[in-house]
Antibody
């Protein structure tokens, strides 16, 4: 069974930093791309970042470019999101979501339960 | 203008069919995109339903009933999620998504009410 478990959320002041983690199990992590997607309270889904299975291709939403950094550790079956210069508008539930199998069509299928990040003074 | 536009809400009766639309911005041709659909219930993460590009390029999510299906209306530049035989448990938010300009883009979501 595919499982994605996020951690690291919490309350942080504007301008602060936070690192989110996602522990993956139930599939061969190193063969899959991964994504971070967020959802502000009462709002829709917003894609944040993508990292390919090899880690060589990385993309960011314009809203986080230059402030957030995605990374992965396939030896630990883990995905990370380093967030700097946090703003009030970054307040959201952050989801880790599995991307496509290497060599197959792009996709986003399984999602974790999410971790809440609150940016407030 | 948003890349993907979804109606904010839709109501339908149990047992009926509902067509949820996802309109692509002018200049972005629906024919060239795979459209992905997700269902989200309150307090839960999104669940992958299906992706649709054409009848020869489509995928149903694992365990997703066949009464959920995808299609396109090229004349309206729109992707469609059709839910037949509506059940009360289909009441949820539905999001469409495409890969566009090296980014995943979501529609604003449609709240489906079954009453």
């Amino acid at each position: 069974e595919v499982q994605l478990v996020e951690s690291g959320g919490g309350l942080v002041q504007p301008g602060g930093s936070l690192r989110l983690s996602c522990a993956a199990s139930g599939f061969t992590f190193s063969n899959y791309a991964m994504n971070w997607v967020r959802q502000a309270p009462g709002k829709g889904l917003e894609w944040v970042s993508y990292i390919s299975s090899s880690g060589t291709m990385i993309y960011y939403a314009d809203s986080v470019k230059g402030r957030f950094t995605i990374s992965r550790d396939s030896a630990k079956n883990s995905l990370f999101l380093h967030m700097n210069s946090l703003r009030v508008e970054d307040t959201a539930v952050f989801y880790c979501a599995r991307g496509e199998l290497r060599g197959v069509a792009l996709s986003v299928d399984y999602w974790g339960q999410g971790t809440l990040v609150t940016v407030s003074s | 203008q948003a890349v993907l536009t979804q109606p904010a809400s839709l109501s339908a009766s149990p047992g009926a069919s509902a067509s949820l639309t996802c309109t692509l911005r002018s200049g972005i041709n629906v024919g060239t995109y795979r459209i992905y659909w997700y269902q989200q219930k309150p307090g839960s993460p999104p669940q992958y339903l299906l992706r649709y590009r054409s009848d020869s390029d489509k995928q149903q999510g694992s365990g997703v009933p066949s009464r959920f299906s995808g299609s396109k209306d090229a004349s309206a530049n729109t992707g469609i999620l059709l839910i037949s035989g509506l059940q009360s448990e289909d009441e949820a938010d539905y999001y469409c998504m495409i890969w566009h300009s090296s980014a995943w883009v979501f529609g604003g979501g449609t709240k489906l009410t079954v009453l």
